[in-house]
């Protein structure tokens, strides 16, 4: 006799589906997305989701931060609902699966659970939190941060993009602040379906990732000042050049990751040159060095490297340096009965897998402050994220989901 919902499986065709719609909102250049934080694009995203969501039969609940929660009703309306869900922001130069696999992911479960006439005691609600990718308002996470204590909301709405635009207005400009106060609903579980943006799956051949951890992240901006100066007329005794100082701390950020091989990574993303002239010696650089391991102790031993490192090499070029810490979070272990029923679902559907840690960092990561929080991951194509070439099959998308699925209805409880 088959347990309730052992035959349960998702439409992978209506999935891709949607994911492709979704990927012609905030088209990139080359083939993926750039539907960045706050802009028109982001709410045109948002606007699709939502419909999708109604189209379902959901209720959709709207907090402080635009986060979005399209709610499943469920037979017990005192049980706190099992909530999935993701990011539909993207890079300026993302791929078409990065956040929105786990979102749509979600849809899909709902869409399904519909057809099928399943009922769960819990309800089950499908999240999109706001500015996962910290690319236009730093750090990465930031709403789900929010929602789970870590940070304040004053703080996150005076958070500033290149421009100058604060994140609290371009919330209200693009009409979706929502009433709801950002971390006042209570979870059962969070379940997070992502891609890995790594190459291990695929190269082990698996098509489930068990994610029992996720790395911790440390994000510490470093600005060096010199002196403007012309770049064909001053002798070089005499410069003082910021823009050879940050490669030389660059050189050393590689050298203080390799020395933590072969877990820790460190590289910097963003720079900014000033005054990025051609025939001007930079008299101030701005840039984020990214560290991450999936050791606490290492991550800490880096940030401090680098202070010391690149105190020495402005000292010795009368160049100045600060240090501002703008994002960061510890490792982190996911709930072990959550990852056990991810676990389940991939062995009773009879998709190989194995257990991972997150090199990325997700919402899920901040979720699992607050709640018994787990993820799953498909492989991706060469491990390549955060690129629009970013590439999946629908086999891996409908395996991811149908992973989720069991997981969720397993957390949520089938009725009847
Ligand atoms: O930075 C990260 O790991 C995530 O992609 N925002
Ligand atoms: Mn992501
Ligand atoms: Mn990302």
């Not at 693009?174 to 579980?189: L, S």
């Not at 840039?287 to 020495?312: C, G, H, N, Y």
Request: net charge negative.
């Amino acid at each position: 006799m088959a347990a309730p919902g052992e035959n349960l499986r998702i439409d992978g065709q209506r999935l891709w589906d949607s994911l492709m719609d979704m990927a012609k909102i905030g088209p990139g250049v080359a083939g993926g997305n750039n539907r960045q934080t706050l802009t028109d694009a982001d709410a045109e995203g948002r606007a699709l989701f939502q419909s999708w969501c109604e189209a379902a039969g959901c209720t959709m609940g709207l907090d402080q931060m635009g986060n979005m929660f399209a709610e499943r009703a469920g037979t017990d309306p005192d049980a706190l609902p099992v909530y999935v869900g993701s990011h539909l922001d993207t890079q300026p130069t993302g791929g078409k699966y990065d956040g929105v696999l786990g979102v749509l992911g979600g849809l899909e479960i709902l869409r399904t659970l519909n057809d099928l006439d399943v009922k769960t005691k819990h309800p089950i609600v499908v999240t999109n939190f706001t500015n996962e990718e910290g690319t236009r308002f730093a750090p990465a996470m930031l709403s789900s941060g929010v929602f789970a204590g870590i940070h304040t909301q004053d703080w996150a709405y005076a958070k500033t993009d290149a421009g100058g635009k604060t994140f609290g207005d371009e919330l209200a400009r693009i009409g979706w602040r929502g009433d709801e106060e950002v971390g006042a609903r209570k979870m059962h579980a969070f379940f997070e379906l992502h891609i890995e943006q790594g190459p291990i799956l695929e190269a082990e051949g698996k098509d489930i990732g068990v994610v029992t951890h996720g790395q911790g992240l440390s994000w510490t901006q470093v600005t060096v000042t010199g002196k403007d100066a012309h770049t064909g007329s001053t002798p070089m005794p005499m410069r003082r050049n910021a823009g050879l100082g940050m490669a030389r701390i660059l050189e050393k950020v590689d050298e203080i990751a390799w020395s933590h091989a072969p877990h820790a990574v460190g590289a910097a993303g963003h720079i900014d040159v000033y005054p990025n002239s051609r025939n001007v010696i930079p008299g101030k650089v701005v840039f984020t060095v990214d560290f991450r391991s999936p050791d606490l102790a290492v991550i800490e031993d880096m940030e401090a490297r680098l202070k010391v490192e690149a105190q020495k090499i402005c000292d010795d070029m009368e160049l100045e340096v600060a240090f501002e810490k703008v994002g960061g979070f510890d490792p982190v272990a996911f709930d072990e009965t959550c990852v056990s029923a991810v676990r389940n679902a991939a062995e009773r559907l009879g998709y190989s897998h194995m257990n991972l840690i997150s090199g990325a960092g997700h919402d899920a990561c901040w979720v699992n402050r607050v709640a018994p929080t787990a993820m799953v991951m498909c492989p991706c194509v060469d491990g390549l994220s955060h690129n629009e070439a970013e590439e999946i099959s629908k086999e891996w998308a409908t395996a991811g989901a149908e992973v989720l699925l069991h997981a969720v209805v397993e957390t949520a409880q089938i009725v009847g």
